[in-house]
């Protein structure tokens, strides 16, 4: 249905780091700037979701059902995406406007040297992803991963923060076999080929149909609050050359994203609308998975503090190298002015 070393850290240490890091400026919330006046012919433009069609992108079709495109002067084409790195590829191969990128992720490609990006809006409050195993395997707690099989998506977001949960976790990552895969992951799941997947939070319905009994569901946001939830990324030229097209998206996706999660069951039957092989019933029961990761005041405009935390926490993990870069440039990843 959907298209798709071990030693425990100082959390007190790491969000002390943060303090050194440089600030960006703050601005308003996506939901609290006015509407902007459509043009007089609609902007069509292309947006890439997180990884292929999962059910928190109900929004989107949630939108173009109720005409909420078209009164913000938009034409707006849904692709679908191949987690954070991939995504950032394609936007700046210019095969899309926007794309839904992880920001922790990100930091990691900008470390990197994918530097043409900016992150413009955060669409969801804590991170999406999660280890998810079948009842059946005995796995309940991250440490029972070891020795086992889990499938996971190269260059996706779960996929690059995994060795940071397994060391927050005290996990030894090296005893963990991981397992390149395409999505969907739940086919190799119900054929135990893998033990465990890495998923979005919002897939656990269609995953435990899959499997054939309930699933255990191990949130990366246990582990790590810090981290924030998906964000709208845009490139650098986007960002200058057509801001009121982002402001625009913004704040209708936030609006419609807070009216998913209040009225599923209608956010469901828009996207089985849009695409025969969805089943509502799947959609809307990740849409109510959903709910505890859509903090209204926390949407909109990133976080720059929050943001600072995810680097200190990136960097002490081991995941952005010794001398990072990225928290002395990170006032201009964040476009706080385009939300």
């Known amino acids: 249905m959907l298209h798709y070393p071990p030693a425990r850290v100082s ?6 780091a943060a303090l050194a890091l440089p600030a960006a400026v703050a601005g308003a919330a996506c939901g609290g700037d006015p ?16 990884a292929g069609f999962q059910p928190w992108e109900a929004y989107l079709y949630l939108v173009q059902a109720r005409g909420w495109w078209a009164d913000a002067g938009l034409e ?25 990128l992880d920001p922790a992720a990100a930091f990691i490609e900008w470390e990197r040297g994918t530097t043409e990006f900016v992150l413009a809006c955060q669409l969801h409050s804590n991170l999406l992803a999660s280890v998810m195993a079948a009842e059946s395997t005995g796995i309940r707690r ?11 998506l190269p260059g996706g ?20 076999e991981l397992v390149p895969l395409e999505l969907p992951f739940f086919p190799h799941m119900a054929a135990g080929t893998v033990d465990a997947s890495l998923e979005f939070i919002p897939s656990r319905y269609v995953v435990e149909r899959a499997v054939g009994e309930p699933v255990v569901v191990l949130p990366y ?5 810090e981290l924030p939830g998906l964000a ?11 801001p009121d097209m982002v402001r625009a998206f913004s704040e209708v996706a936030i609006r419609a994203i807070q009216q998913s999660v209040e009225q599923p069951e209608e956010a469901a039957q828009a996207m ?68």
């Open 157 to 176: 977001t779960n996929t690059q923060l995994f060795p940071g949960l397994a060391r927050v976790a005290g996990l030894d990552a090296d005893a963990v």
């Open 221 to 225: 946001a246990d582990d790590m609050p």
């Open 232 to 242: 709208l990324g845009i490139t650098r030229e986007t960002a200058n050359e057509q």
């Open 11 to 16: 959390r007190r240490a790491v969000l002390g």
């Open 272 to 339: 089985a609308d849009a695409h025969e092989d969805v089943d509502p019933e799947v959609v809307a029961a990740g849409l109510r998975d959903l709910e505890p990761y859509i903090r209204p005041d926390e949407l909109g405009t990133l976080d720059e503090v929050r943001c600072s935390q995810t680097v200190a926490l990136l960097h002490t993990l081991g995941l952005l190298g010794d001398n990072p870069q990225v928290s002395s440039n990170l006032g201009e990843i964040l476009a706080t002015d385009l939300a």
């Open 142 to 152: 991250l440490a029972d991963l070891e020795g086992r099989r889990v499938a996971v």
């Open 76 to 100: 707006v084409e849904v692709l679908p995406g191949q987690g954070t790195g991939r995504n950032l590829a394609l936007l700046i191969e210019g095969q899309a406007e926007l794309a839904a």
């Open 35 to 50: 509407q902007p006046q459509a043009p007089s012919s609609p902007r069509h433009v292309r947006v890439l979701t997180g």
